[in-house]
């Protein structure tokens, strides 16, 4: 991940025409957001995320494979995180019937995605329109302080 940060970096500076100048973690950050380029680990999270978008709408011809399902809502304990499954109003939350056991299946594309999926507001999942989900998925990647994980 850090070979690709330092292309971006030497990429920005190229954009703005500073090759020679040395960015703090701080300034390079804000240069980031001048540009409206993501940080290249949100940029990943975001073209997982949209790929799983699609998946789960039909539109492309990849299919979810059967051990992730959409969550019901019998299954769940009331709580305030799973009020909103429970009460009917967010039907795009996912869970895995398998419990990863070993760290590929943990790293595996679906798993590790469906998990990033969930940690997104219900707005941004139940978008009707991909260009709309990806500008509301943008936008809350750039508000947010999530830790998002590798």
């Not at 030497?10 to 703005?16: D, E, S």
């Not at 009020?83 to 595996?108: H, K, M, Q, W």
């Amino acid at each position: 991940m850090s070979k690709f940060e330092a292309i971006q970096k030497r990429a920005i500076k190229w954009i703005n025409g500073q090759q020679f100048d040395h960015y703090s973690d701080i300034v390079f950050y804000e240069k980031q957001k001048e540009l409206k380029i993501l940080p290249i680990r949100s940029k990943f999270i975001h073209n997982s995320i949209t790929l799983f978008y699609k998946i789960v709408n039909d539109l492309v011809s990849i299919s979810l494979p059967e051990y992730i399902t959409v969550v019901e809502a019998g299954t769940m304990r009331y709580t305030r995180s799973t009020a909103s499954v429970i009460e009917g109003l967010d039907t795009s939350t996912y869970t895995c019937s398998i419990v990863p056991n070993c760290d590929s299946f943990r790293n595996s594309f679906f798993y590790r995605t469906m998990l990033l999926w969930n940690a997104l507001p219900a707005y941004v999942r139940q978008t009707e329109k991909i260009s709309i989900f990806k500008t509301k998925l943008t936008e809350f990647l750039w508000s947010s302080d999530v830790c998002w994980p590798d």
